[in-house]
């Protein structure tokens, strides 16, 4: 899990952090009015992809450092199970967050 965080969820976090200083200055140029408006929809759409990535980064991490342990021979189902319902914890007095890591199948 910490391979997957590392080596592919940060390199998209940074390639839609690229993406949006691009937009930026798209945004900030003598482009045209319809460019602009394209590239401000675009922006808000990477930005929540962003919180997106923020909000899975947490639950991988945390996952992450349990160091959870499959067993090939326990067949996908139960391998898929113990990634799914995952419990974080927030800090005192907080709710804890529930996410599922993995899409159904």
Not at 8 to 28: F, G, M, P, T, W
Not at 32 to 43: G, I, L, V
Request: overall charge positive; glycine content about 4%.
């Amino acid at each position: 899990m910490a391979r997957v965080r590392t080596d592919y969820l940060h390199k998209l976090q940074k390639s839609y952090e690229a993406e949006i200083k691009r937009l930026d200055i798209v945004i900030d140029s003598n482009a045209s009015q319809r460019e602009k408006a394209n590239a401000r929809k675009k922006k808000e759409k990477i930005l929540k992809q962003i919180d997106e990535c923020l909000q899975y980064d947490q639950v991988i991490a945390h996952v992450a450092n349990q160091r959870i342990k499959i067993d090939l021979d326990d067949g996908v189902s139960v391998n898929y199970a113990k990634f799914q319902g995952i419990e974080i914890p927030q800090g005192e007095g907080r709710k804890l967050l529930k996410a599922d890591l993995l899409a159904k199948i």
